[in-house]
């Protein structure tokens, strides 16, 4: 078991994710809707589809409210038009930023997003300026309890075609191709592991901290205030957050 988990990023980003859980839902709708919309109803043959599924149940979002997303995206009822945007900039100190929309309006989604940035001291470059420094990969996270062996869940997941398992004090992260995502993630839930996370993702190939107390509330407001939109999906960084292994 090999690399650094950064895996405290995203219990934080879970934990301010529950207290929002009906702006979760609404995001995890659209993103369902769109990958039915571009790919079909059924996620066996549509990757997209079955990637949003399976995240939105990891957010326990009630089969009824997947189906009708479905539903909408394939024709019934869907108006909307939505299309997938990356912004890409760099936030206090020089953190970079990616921030991944489905908007029906980019006159109304890139203003506000450009003001984030400018208002907490950062600033929204060109695409490009920064997705270089992430790798977009498949992460399953399993919890890491006395049940479980390390080297058997290590082996069956490189088997199965991970690239790497990281072992922490509270979680297994497996990554992948995004190519292989499916093809782990479905063979470990056979072999009967649950997860605690599931997605394909984009990863910083390394991480930056913030010392000045000041840029770390500009940094924590920029992602607060970009999340709290509607037609953000995901905002990835490589701030290294307090609390994190070393």
């Known amino acids: 078991m090999a690399g650094h988990s950064k895996w405290n990023n995203i219990k934080n980003k879970k934990g301010k994710e529950d207290a929002k859980r009906g702006q979760v839902f609404t995001k995890l709708g659209r993103y369902i809707m769109v990958a039915a ?15 949003a599924i399976d995240k939105a149940k990891a957010e326990n979002m009630p089969n009824d409210n997947i189906e ?62 920064v997705s270089f420094m992430f790798d977009k990969k498949g992460q399953l996270g399993i919890e890491n309890t006395d049940t479980i062996d390390g080297e058997e869940l290590m082996m069956s997941a490189i088997d199965l075609g991970a690239e790497d398992v990281i072992e922490s004090e509270d979680v297994f992260e497996i990554l992948t191709e995004p190519e292989n995502y499916h093809i782990v993630r479905n063979g470990l839930e056979e072999l009967g592991y649950e997860f605690i996370q599931s997605d394909i993702t984009y990863i910083p190939q390394n991480y930056t901290k913030l010392e000045d107390e000041e840029d770390i509330k500009k940094m924590d407001k920029l992602i607060e205030i970009l999340e709290d939109n509607d037609d953000v999906q995901e905002v990835y960084t490589n701030w290294e957050e307090s609390g994190e292994d070393e």
């Open 37 to 51: 919309r571009d790919g079909g109803a059924d996620p066996e043959y549509n990757a997209a589809l079955k990637v």
């Open 68 to 129: 009708r997303a479905i539903k909408k995206g394939t024709g019934e009822g869907a108006e909307d038009n939505f299309e997938e945007i990356i912004y890409e900039g760099y936030g206090p100190n020089g953190i970079a930023v990616m921030v991944q929309c489905l908007t029906d309006n980019r006159n109304r989604t890139a203003p506000d997003v450009r003001h984030a940035f400018d208002k907490y001291g950062g600033n929204l470059g060109q695409p490009g300026c």
